[in-house]
């Protein structure tokens, strides 16, 4: 079992900046692929970011491409999501996520994470 808890979320203008962290505790964090995701109210959750566990490759949603960052610290089994330039369409609950490595699905897709957090609320302001 992992358990996953983010922290960062917050009000912040258009063109802002916030980092938000997913702390990890239980299992060796470091053996997962870690996967943010994004929700607002009445979509559906959608993939933001992903680093593999293997390579550190690294994924990410066009809509957020060259202004969001994912990386990791396998050491202090923390990962990050930089996220500048913020725009209102932004706006969403954000949840971190890991996967096993041979999960079903890419690394996009929800179905390939088995751990969730309770998600951290960002609301950017226009």
């Known amino acids: 079992q992992v358990q996953l808890v983010e922290s960062g979320g917050g009000l912040v203008q258009a063109g802002g900046s916030l980092r938000l962290s997913c702390a990890a505790s239980?299992?060796?964090?470091?053996?997962?692929?870690m996967g943010w995701f994004r929700q607002a109210p009445g979509k559906e959750r959608e993939f933001v970011a992903a680093?593999?566990?293997?390579?550190?490759?690294?994924y990410y949603a066009d809509a957020v491409k060259g202004r969001f960052t994912i990386s990791r610290d396998n050491a202090k089994n923390t990962g990050n999501l930089q996220m500048n330039s913020l725009k209102p369409e932004d706006t969403a609950v954000y949840y971190c996520?890991?996967?096993?490595?041979?999960?079903?699905?890419?690394?996009?897709?929800?179905?390939?994470?088995?751990?969730w957090g309770q998600g951290t609320q960002v609301t950017v302001a226009s």
């Open positions: 239980g299992r060796t964090f470091s053996s997962y692929d």
């Open positions: 680093i593999r566990w293997s390579d550190a490759n690294t």
């Open positions: 996520a890991a996967g096993f490595p041979s999960g079903s699905g890419s690394v996009g897709s929800n179905r390939h994470y088995d751990y």
